[in-house]
């Protein structure tokens, strides 16, 4: 098919993530290696250009990558699927054993699940089945953070925030949680994160408040750790964390980090629980899990709460999808896991500094509200919300792809980005900025 046939025949066919049938421009991918992607748009015109979001934050070591491609041919040729259900095989078992080894000491049992959605309704169901077993049926809800995301199955959609989430889409649908304020917010100084401490403090009372309050009805708590991805790019106090931790053991609950986004390094540690040396119950990760080539999820879970369920009535947790332990998805995600090990602490500080340089010239421009980076996340936060169809195609003209939400503009680039890809990623992003919104930048 050419590209225009793609273009032209996927209009009124397919969905596409949070669009309209016959929503606003699409781009044809012919191509893609390394950082680039060859994209053509429905006038015709063709890209080459820079993938600033690793295709939502999954693909770190980039695209044709010769070891996952590699890992994921030597499977095929082994076997590419079999059922889970009282059958193991090697790429599921050292898969979970690297995770084992890679999370905090302490989570040593894996569920392997289909995404990362999955992995957030498996660590929710992990809470309550934990409750139950302890004989404590009436800890079914949760509580969130507002300005969460966790996905957008019914479970994980009930700990989105209840304003900016799905929850006034489907109403009586989707289940009442408990939510606590947005911890306040922090940003980088020195080594460390910092905030302000009156507003760390305050957060903290009420947070004390909030949870002795619900713990009664709460299975568990669930976090996004320090930065809060597609609720806005976020990063909040680290102090929230810590104080979470401590009021979930002291009532009871489950502490659970999504660290879907923020895992394998992308917020400057290897978790972003890390920034608090809090060590959770439950542990979500999915997104780079694989390098971006399958998908795929995973929930790290604590010998106390595991062993907990093992003693409950069914002795097991009441999950199996079909697809769970796909062996390609494993296989992948191990050799993704051993790239990750060898390169992330070089590539995010480095990927950290150089957004920092490339984007700052944004602050010049008046539409831009802030400019902020964390580990290899970069942001410029506009004053109003992007016009994402002429902000996406400006960018295009500058040689990047990006895919703005809201009133952001911002950048995950894959850790194989070179200095000189994060330059021209940054200068492409602030350039298509002021190009829309005028202004320049020097
Ligand atoms: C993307 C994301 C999810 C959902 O993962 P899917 O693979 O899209 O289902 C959950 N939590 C967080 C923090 C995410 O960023």
Known sequence: MEPADVLARDR??????????DGPPLYAVTGAAGVWLDLVAEDGQQFHVRDAMSSWWA???????????KAIHDQVDRFSHVM????????????????????PAGLDHVFLADSGSVAVEVALKVAVQYQQALGRPERTGFLALRGGYHGDTLGAMSVCDPV???????????PAQSFLLRPPRAWRAGEGL???????????????????????RVAGIIVEPVLQGAGGMVVYAPEALVVLRRLATAYGLVLIADEIATGFGRTGRFFGSDWGAVVPDVMCVGKALTGGMMTLGAVVVSSPVAEVIAASRHRALLHGPTFMGNPLACAVASASLDLVVA????????????LVTA?????????VREVRVLGAVGVIELAESVDIPRVTRAALERGVWVRPFRRLVY????????DADLAAIGAGMVSAVADVYGGSAS
């Open 12 to 21: 009124g066919l397919l969905w596409h993530p949070y669009a309209p049938l």
């Open 59 to 69: 693909v770190l070591h980039g695209y044709r990558n010769p070891l996952l491609d």
């Open 84 to 103: 889970f259900g009282g059958l193991t095989h090697e790429p599921a078992v050292r898969v979970a054993e690297k995770l084992v080894a890679l999370t």
């Open 164 to 174: 900016d989430g799905m929850h006034a889409d489907f109403p009586d649908y989707v």
């Open 194 to 216: 910092a905030s302000d401490p009156v507003e760390v403090a305050s957060w903290i009372t009420e947070a004390e408040r909030v949870v002795a309050e619900v713990a009664d």
């Open 343 to 354: 390169g992330w602490a070089q590539n995010v500080p480095r990927i950290e500094a150089a």
């Open 359 to 367: 984007l700052s010239p944004a602050c010049e421009l008046s539409v």
């Open 411 to 418: 950048t995950m680039p894959p850790y194989i980005s070179s």
